[in-house]
Structure formats: C-alpha cells, structure tokens
C-alpha cells in the first residue's frame, strides 16, 4: 500500500508541474477503492491521503467524511439521492469515505435503494472529478462484486488498493509500539 500511494503522488506531482508549465495533461481520477479485511489500515490511509491531497494543493480541504450505507440510503423512493447528494456535498472539497461500499448494491432485489445511491454517486465523482475524491472501502470478494455490479463505477475509480492482513511480526512490532507509547 506504501509503494502505491507513493507511485499515486508522484504521477500527482508530475501532473501538477505539467500543468504549471501549461502543458497538457491526461485526466487521471482521484477516486479510489482499498479492499481488505478490517484492521488492516483502510480508513487511517484515507485520512493521510486526504492530508496529502489537500498538502499538495489537490482538495480544497484536509476533511473526511466517514459513511456507510445507512448514511446514504433512504427508506423511501427519492430520498436516498437527497441523502447522497448531501454527503456528497459536506465531503465537497475533501474526501468521502464509504466505509462497506459493497452494501449499496444488493443482488437480491432490484427494488433495492442502494442503487439509487451508487447512480447519484456515479453521476457527481463524474461531474465533480476534480472537486472531490471518493474512497470506497470493503472486503477484496464484496469489493469484487460491488465493482462488477456496474461498470459506470469502475470507468471512475483511478487506483485501487489491496490492504494485507498483517503477518504475526507486524503485529508484535505494532503492540511493541503500543506498549512503549504507553509507559
């Protein structure tokens, strides 16, 4: 994840100076999904790209906004766009971070409200490509599914991320770390 996000800002940077020096540049998308189990740093690594991104001049804002499911779906016809597009709109400038993306979209039912969210948030990562960036986050298989279940979310997403579990020696040096932090 380290070698990626790196790789992520340096193509940034090389687009930033290109622009700077008004040569062209090729769209590259600022939304992303991190797939893996719990625990294993998805949402601390949304938080320093959010900080990197508005460091480097990319967002507005430094700001993440944390949702799931239940802060973008509604229970009636019509709402859920309203909804969304109000956390779309407080993230504006910074990143939305959609924690389970996976449970938007269900394949049991077509009735399913979820997926007048994922259509909203397709609709604004596209009209505000530049405004704003979208990390979706969820375990690898759902994650999988998720972006089979629409194409139009796929053609959006610029970088996706696989977050291992950490091996046995990660996490003594992690617990090591915490016990000495902690006296």
Do not use: W
Not at 75 to 103: C, H, P, R
Not at 105 to 133: P, Q, S, V, W
């Amino acid at each position: 994840v380290k070698q990626e996000v790196g790789e992520m800002i340096q193509l940034m940077k090389y687009q930033q100076m290109r622009k700077e020096q008004n040569k062209k540049t090729s769209p590259v998308s600022m939304h992303m999904v991190f797939s893996g189990n719990p625990g294993t740093g998805k949402t601390t690594v949304a938080r320093i790209i959010a900080k990197m991104y508005y460091e480097m001049g990319i967002l507005e804002k430094p700001d993440i906004v944390e949702v799931d499911r239940a802060d973008l779906v509604a229970n009636y016809i019509g709402q859920t766009a309203t909804k969304t597009k109000a956390k779309i709109n407080q993230a504006m400038g910074g990143v939305l971070f959609i924690d389970e993306a996976y449970s938007l979209y269900t394949k049991e039912t077509e009735r399913d409200f979820g997926r007048e969210a994922i259509h909203t948030l397709i609709a604004e990562m596209e009209n505000h490509r530049d405004d704003f960036c979208v990390i979706l986050a969820g375990y690898k298989k759902e994650m999988q599914d998720f972006l089979d279940s629409n194409s139009g979310i796929v053609s959006r997403i610029g970088y996706t991320m696989e977050f291992d579990d950490y091996t046995n020696e990660e996490l003594k040096q992690i617990f090591t770390g915490m016990v000495k932090k902690a006296g």
